[in-house]
């Protein structure tokens, strides 16, 4: 019985011990390998993650000097349109007080007998209505 020998439990735990040393060499060395291929993934998402900032650091300076130009042009149409509704507004009153003047003026009865007279008259209410 050569199989209950010392020796040979021996030799095969040994043998077996290698295997294993031979197994975790090799799952180490793969691990390794996987490690430096995620150190590098990771250098890479790394860099590319920086030019994203810089980019969008980039759009968001782009995006405040825009919304400065809007802004800008908001408060000038904004001062226009009030100017343009002040003009509209002295413009109605004006026409309001011509028509008032031309309606007086339509409206008025011409004193005089003869043409020349009643044109007297039409000078002299035109003079009184327009300075």
């Known amino acids: 019985m050569w199989w209950l020998s010392p020796r040979v439990w021996l030799a095969g735990g040994l043998a077996l011990l290698l295997a294993l040393i031979a197994i975790q060499t090799v799952r180490v060395g793969r691990l390794k390998d ?3 291929e995620a150190q590098k993934s990771a ?3 790394r860099s590319a993650l920086a030019g994203q900032k810089d980019r969008a650091d980039t759009c968001e300076a782009a995006l405040t000097r825009q919304k400065a130009a809007v802004d800008a042009l908001v ?3 904004e ?3 009030a100017k343009a509704d002040k003009a509209a507004s002295e413009a109605r009153a ?3 007080s011509a028509r008032k003047q031309a309606d007086a003026l339509l409206n008025a009865r ?3 007998k003869t043409a020349c007279e009643r044109a007297e ?3 002299r209410q035109f003079g009184e209505v327009v300075p």
Do not use: C, H, I, P
């Open 43 to 45: 250098t890479e998402a």
């Open 79 to 81: 001062q226009k349109l």
């Open 110 to 112: 011409l004193k005089g």
């Open 75 to 77: 408060a000038a149409s």
């Open 34 to 36: 996987a490690l430096t």
């Open 121 to 123: 008259d039409v000078r």
């Open 94 to 96: 004006v026409a309001a």
